[in-house]
């Protein structure tokens, strides 16, 4: 037995083979530990044929398996994703009053150690649905490479199936089910799950700064609209808790991504400024160029707003992390402009033609004084960084329309009658009655005021039919699907976020009244 034990642990299944004939020549029958033996070689080996044909050849013989040999050959069929075959081991086992409960772990930890997710599951559901109890470890193990796999629906039956066994899940489950919620584009899934972690009222449960992580990755990532204030209210909370947790340097890389995306420089500077206090933390940042190279979309905006000062403080910070400067964060604009051109445009051109250039002139030929000279104007607004494109796009500056200068310039002179009117009184007017000259004060006042802009208020979102709610979301570039409720919450956040960031509230169009002209009360005014 000895020379046969040896035998199987170097993995030599003919010498064990050669051993068990030996025995039976010298009048020796070879009992469960001998095959077992056999049994073990072929598996070390992976030889599923041969351990099966030697298990097969043991029953032949009238033996009874030992419990370790069934458990052997489980483990050679979960590392080899044989999920039906490891099954019906265990349906043997049963059949054979084994307790199958340590083999049906074996079996499930082998298949997901060897990349065969979908049978692990399958075999684990079984089992659970069997009567089984899974370890905590294997909770855990399986939940967290689902969601490392991207597979939500069986990540959340199992937890499901923990929870029905007495075990409730922790904070480290739920930052599974949030690592594969964050990344589905639907940042309202991932911050359900955060309220249900923040309010479900157990310690064990609480966020921790890797949920606030992944709840910020989600809104930063999310391809709809701006997401900057959910993002800020949720640095709020995590402000408040700052007793419990701090945040770490992902935390201030994704509120840079943030913040820089849709272009809240000042914010993405602070933000900066506590990240670089993190060794490597540009290196983070830069995020191996994925998510639109978030670094270089840094380095991009510090160049669009011309600040200098940062761009050199984020220049410093990648040097001492060793981080080179991204080809994507040198192409700034149309005409390829660098990092450096930018905001010392004629330096590298003065420098290769050693003189001094006329920047007047150029100014002028490039059509300065016409209003043909293009000059790029920043995105503003909702609209991110899209990161493909090219830089900045290009606008010829806004102009005042001829209809608008008029008004400034009727303006003006109005003001000047009235205060020529108080200033030598209402006999300039002749002989007129008090009342033209109310009627001709309130005349002037109204056209200095100019015509009233957004007195309209909105209806109140909970008088306002469906029809209603969806024209004020479309107008907003808004999504209009859903139930009335939905249609409800969607303008009432619409309407608070616009309200916080002193935006107009939208009002439906309304066709202007044209002001009947009183030529009596316009020849009076000309008079004066």
Not at 206 to 225: F, M
Not at 320 to 327: E, G, L, N, R, V
Not at 359 to 386: F, H, M, N, Q, S
Not at 473 to 488: F, H, N
Request: glycine fraction near 6%; charged fraction near 30%.
């Amino acid at each position: 037995m000895e020379e046969l034990m040896e035998r199987a642990r170097n993995r030599d299944s003919a010498g064990v083979s050669s051993v068990i004939y030996d025995m039976i020549a010298a009048g020796l029958t070879p009992g469960p530990r001998s095959f077992h033996g056999l049994i073990v070689s072929h598996a070390l080996t992976g030889d599923v044929e041969g351990a099966m044909h030697s298990l097969r050849r043991e029953l032949s013989a009238g033996l009874r398996p030992l419990h370790e040999t069934f458990v052997a050959l489980i483990r050679l069929f979960g590392s080899k994703g044989l999920a039906t075959r490891g099954m019906e081991i265990l349906a043997a086992m049963e059949k054979l009053k084994f307790d199958i409960r340590k083999a049906w772990l074996v079996l499930v930890e082998e298949l997901v150690r060897s990349q065969y997710l979908e049978e692990a599951n399958s075999v684990f559901l079984k089992g659970a649905q069997g009567g089984l109890r899974a370890t905590d470890e294997l909770y855990d193990l399986l939940i967290e490479e689902d969601c490392k796999a991207g597979d939500h629906s069986n990540a959340l039956t199992i937890a499901y199936e923990m929870e029905s066994a007495g075990r409730m899940a922790t904070t480290f489950h739920f930052n599974c089910l949030l690592s594969v919620q964050a990344t589905c584009g639907i940042p309202e899934i991932a911050f359900t799950t955060f309220e249900n972690m923040e309010y479900g009222g157990e310690d064990f449960m609480k966020p921790d700064t890797e949920t606030y992580n992944w709840v910020i990755q989600a809104y930063t990532r999310a391809e709809s609209y701006d997401r900057v204030q959910d993002v800020a209210e949720l640095l709020g909370m995590m402000v408040e808790d700052y007793k419990r947790l701090q945040p770490n340097v992902k935390t201030y890389a994704l509120l840079v991504e943030c913040f820089t995306k849709y272009c809240v420089v000042r914010e993405a500077i602070r933000h900066f400024r506590a990240l670089k206090n993190f060794p490597g933390g540009t290196t983070v940042l830069h995020n191996e160029g994925n998510f639109g190279d978030p670094l270089s979309l840094y380095l991009r905006a510090l160049c669009r707003e011309g600040r200098i000062v940062e761009m050199l403080e984020a220049l410093e910070a990648m040097a001492k992390d060793q981080q080179p400067i991204a080809p994507r964060a040198m192409i700034l604009t149309r005409k390829y402009r660098s990092l450096v051109s930018s905001w010392i445009e004629p330096l590298q051109e003065e420098a290769d033609i050693g003189k001094e250039i006329d920047y007047i002139a150029r100014y002028i030929e490039e059509g300065g004084l016409t209003g043909e000279r293009k000059r790029w104007v920043p995105r503003r607004g909702k609209t991110p960084l899209d990161p493909d494109a090219a830089g900045f796009a290009y606008s010829n500056p806004m102009e005042t329309s001829f209809k608008q200068r008029c008004l400034e310039e009727l303006k003006i002179h109005h003001r000047k009658l009235l205060q020529t009117l108080r200033n030598e009184g209402p006999a300039i007017l002749g002989d007129v009655s008090e009342n033209d000259i109310l009627r001709v004060v309130e005349r002037l006042k109204k056209i200095i005021k100019g015509p009233d802009h957004n007195t309209l208020k909105p209806k109140a979102a909970s008088k306002m039919i469906v029809s209603e709610l969806k024209e004020e979301l479309e107008a907003q570039g808004l999504p209009i699907d859903g139930t009335r409720q939905v249609l409800y919450q969607r303008v009432q956040k619409a309407r608070r976020i616009n309200r916080s960031r002193g935006r107009p509230l939208w009002v439906p169009p309304v066709e202007e009244e044209e002001e009947e002209v009183d030529e009596e009360l316009d020849e009076l005014i000309s008079t004066d």
